[in-house]
């Protein structure tokens, strides 16, 4: 047996029907909603993120056993040790290690590859930024740009696709770099679907945050009119209540 379908039979031999149900409602998975048909053991992240520590050292070549499971768990435990394993091929040298930075590459072409797995908020959002959104501010081997890549993700037809573009720059954001959520900001903004809404305003906000409130100002200042109100709500959260009434005022 492999390491893969050891994680697999494990996790569902912790089948929990309550909390599937609990977690099948939140993640709106019935019919005509943006989970539809996604499937739930009931797993709490807590208990995943345990797994994912035991299992570290699972060869990347079986990751993609839990990617392409129908359990929604499983698929996030894939998705946390890809996660893992990138983080760790950081620590060592970032800058001048072949190496690594192939392995790195290695990596971040497998999470692209079974991208479209991530097929909820949170398999984006925990996976994203640690992968996608960290590979973009270090050396790579890859031909093709990294531009090329995250607009290939923001032009997809693919809600999670596009979500995975604008939630990568949480990690760019943090670490100095606004440009790339300016970017995928102002290309998402007439976006039809409430999550982008919330994605671009949440990634917004971080850029207030981070790069400076006088730059989110900049930003709204040109676009406070082509955004959704739930954009606008998200991305002025951490200003004073008179500067949020102005905005929403307007």
């Known amino acids: 047996m492999t390491k893969a379908k050891e ?9 929990d029907e309550a909390q599937r149900n609990i977690l099948m409602r939140f993640f709106k998975t019935g019919p005509g909603q943006y989970g539809e048909g996604d499937e739930f053991l009931g797993i709490r992240v807590p208990q995943t993120r345990m797994l994912v520590r035991e299992y570290k050292s699972l060869p990347l070549e079986e990751v993609p056993q839990l990617l392409l499971s129908p359990w929604h768990e499983v698929r996030l435990c894939g998705l946390l040790i890809l996660a893992d394993k ?3 091929e950081t620590r060592k040298n970032i800058f001048l290690g072949r190496e690594e930075t192939l392995r ?19 398999l984006v959002d925990l996976s994203a930024p640690n992968i996608l959104g960290h590979w973009l501010l270090l050396p790579t081997s890859l031909k093709k740009s990294k531009l090329e890549t995250m607009d290939n993700l923001a032009h ?32 998402h903004l007439g976006h039809t679907h409430d999550l982008m809404h919330k994605a671009v305003g949440w990634m917004l906000r971080e850029m207030g945050k981070h790069a400076g409130l006088d730059l989110l100002r900049s930003f709204l200042q040109l676009h406070v009119h082509d955004m959704s109100r739930t954009t606008l709500r998200y991305a002025i959260e951490k200003m ?10 307007l």
């Open 156 to 187: 997809s037809p693919n809600l999670w696709l596009q979500r995975i573009s604008m939630v990568s720059t949480w990690k760019t954001t943090r670490s100095g770099d606004p440009s790339w959520c300016l970017r995928y900001a102002e290309t």
């Open 104 to 122: 790195r590459d290695k990596i971040l072409k497998m999470y692209l590859r079974y991208a479209r797995q991530a097929n909820n908020w949170d």
């Open 240 to 249: 004073s209540e008179n500067e949020r009434k102005h905005w929403m005022s």
């Open 7 to 15: 994680i697999i039979r494990k996790m569902e031999s912790m089948h």
């Open 86 to 88: 990138f983080e760790r």
